[in-house]
């Protein structure tokens, strides 16, 4: 995708001053004094320090930021919080605070969009549209209905023009997105221009409700036959792309439910129908919070807001299946070769000090039983360290250990005795049966180490194999070194060509600037010939040519990025490390 040139940020050039002024408000003014960005943005915004923003955390300094710069941005900030391989534990729970709320848009507004996004009067489609919403947020607000046919429904109507506001505030995204990557040393895992893009692809998609509406019915074709699970159903006559109608559920959150529903049966269901779907369907819930999970009258749990839904392969369901072995059996070895093959490392990864760091990390949890392991925690060590060594997780991963973590948070509230991990090996055990034979699973030992890492290994062997042989084949096999220190002389190299490229061109314009001065008359009635004034602009310019190879070569090295592992609070780890 293309990504949209600075002349298309400054469209709104009070709009970005306006978030120029925040984000040095809230601390982060390093990024754009040493991105020089106020050489585009005009003279530089003087904030007064406020001594209670520099007495937060970094992380919380962020949050901050985002919700004052509005709806695009606290949106921004909840995509990065479904994205724990990005950012550390405390980042993720900072952000995940960032509550998505505006003030609503008035029922004339809302009927209107309804009537230009079905095509025909609102009478025609609903006998009554309630005037309150029940939630308001940045791009929609959802209002309780009742169809023409008697049915009570929930519509979800986007905000008149919202996609216009968007369009803007990402452009402005983009541009200090590259301010970001001229600036920050770790852009090669971070890709500041890539998350951007990971954003608008998100945000198209939920600006697009048909897209919602099929995550819906896909979950409900797989969740009918599940007891404990209800769906809403989608009125597909009355939804389109900007208005989404869906069946009307009622009840209260998971957490605040009542007798005669027993916590700890609705934490089983919640468990079982998350790992069923999971493991024999491929699908899951990207953001099960207690806000969309409802008890249903019946006893039932109730799913609400389908915008962020993952899938599974076949593949990868097996891979999350042979890494919650791993985990169980505390096979570092297996893990790290899993975790490995399934990211994209940005650089060469030490395999066996990854490993160790994951033994270390599984070490702490020997001798306790599996309901004794915090599986929550273990993910986000987990994480943090693919963070570390520089190995991003592909989304629906991301997503996946997101939603893991929040739907753990839930079950220790209503069963502090149950543990997804104990819960989850039995489905593990299943997926597992066409492949060996896991009947003694927790009881073999070192045996069921060295199958899982046999399997691991020999599912690598091939593909590796298969990949080098082509290559030759092809003609495409190269062998890449890399030396720091050869990269250091190459950049000496570069810049002393420049800086001598430089002086030549610098010293030609002073040599034709002489050699014109000598051969004309200074004087021609009674006016300065035109030669001089050409030799003037060329010595004008080699003077300017001669100071810009002289600051290049004074500059030469000075310039350092910023690390950005010292904002993210990680300076003692492998992230910033020479």
């Avoid at 220190?485 to 490229?501: D, H, L, P, S």
């Avoid at 001065?517 to 300065?528: E, H, K, N, Q, S």
């Amino acid at each position: 995708m293309r990504v949209p040139v600075f002349r298309d940020a400054f469209r709104d050039l009070n709009r970005l001053r306006q978030i120029a002024a925040v984000v040095v408000r809230h601390g982060f003014g390093e990024f754009l004094d040493r991105s020089r960005a106020w050489e585009s943005l005009g003279k530089k915004v003087e904030v007064p320090a406020d001594p209670a923003v520099a007495s937060k955390a970094t992380a919380a300094r962020f949050r901050d930021m985002l919700a004052e710069l509005g709806p695009t941005f606290v949106k921004l900030g909840q995509v990065l919080s479904t994205r724990p391989d990005l950012l550390p534990a405390t980042w993720v729970d900072e952000l995940r605070s960032l509550q998505d709320r505006v003030p609503p848009v008035g029922i004339e507004a809302i009927r209107a969009e309804i009537e230009a996004s079905l095509g025909r009067p609102v009478a025609a489609s609903f006998s009554w549209i309630e005037e309150k919403p029940l939630a308001s947020a940045s791009i929609a607000q959802v209002h309780r209905a009742r169809t023409a046919s008697g049915e009570l429904v929930v519509v979800k109507v986007q905000r008149p023009a919202i996609e216009e506001k968007i369009r803007s505030d990402v452009a402005i995204l983009y541009y200090f997105a590259q301010l970001l990557e001229a600036v920050v040393e770790e852009t090669g895992l971070y890709g500041p221009v890539g998350i951007v893009e990971e954003f608008e692809r998100s945000l198209s998609e939920e600006l697009d409700f048909v897209h919602e509406a099929e995550n819906v019915r896909a979950f409900w074709e797989r969740a009918a036959e599940r007891p404990g699970l209800r769906v809403p159903q989608v009125h597909d006559e009355l939804s389109g792309r900007r208005v989404l109608t869906l069946e009307y559920l009622e009840g209260p959150k998971i957490t605040e439910a009542c007798p005669p529903h027993e916590p700890k049966k609705l934490a089983r269901t919640l468990i079982e129908s998350g790992f069923r779907l999971l493991f024999e369907e491929g699908i899951f819930h990207g953001d099960p919070h207690p806000g969309n999970l409802l008890v249903l009258e019946d006893g039932r749990i109730g799913v609400l807001d389908f915008g962020l839904v993952g899938r599974l392969t076949p593949q990868m369901q097996e891979t999350i299946v042979l890494l919650v072995i791993a985990v169980a059996l505390r096979d570092a070895d297996s893990a790290a070769r899993l975790i490995y093959r399934v990211g994209l490392p940005d650089q060469r990864t030490n395999l066996a000090a990854f490993r160790a760091d994951i033994d270390g990390i599984l070490r702490r949890y020997l001798g306790r039983s599996l309901k004794e392991v915090p599986s929550a925690q273990v993910m986000r060590e987990l994480l943090d360290l693919t963070v570390r060594y520089h190995i991003r997780i592909p989304k629906d991963y991301a997503l996946l250990a997101k939603a893991v973590m929040t739907t753990e948070g839930i079950v220790r509230a209503l069963d502090p005795e149950l543990d997804l991990l104990t819960f989850g090996v039995p489905y593990a055990r299943e997926l597992l049966q066409g492949r060996f034979d896991p009947a003694a699973l927790l009881g073999m030992g070192t045996p069921m180490k060295s199958m899982l890492r046999l399997s691991t290994v020999l599912q690598d062997v091939p593909t590796q194999l298969s990949q080098i042989l082509l290559d030759l084949e092809g003609g495409k096999f190269t062998v890449q070194a890399r030396s720091p220190e050869v990269q250091r002389i190459e950049g000496a190299i570069r810049g002393m060509g420049v800086t001598v490229f430089l002086g030549l061109i610098a010293s030609a314009l002073v040599i034709g600037a002489f050699f014109s001065l000598a051969r004309i008359d200074w004087l021609v009635g009674g006016r300065i010939p035109f030669a001089v004034i050409v030799a003037a602009v060329g010595l004008l310019g080699a003077g300017a040519l001669f100071w810009a190879a002289l600051s290049w070569s004074a500059m030469q090295g000075r310039f350092r990025k910023i690390r950005l592992s010292r904002w993210l609070g990680r300076g003692r780890g492998r992230i910033g490390r020479r």
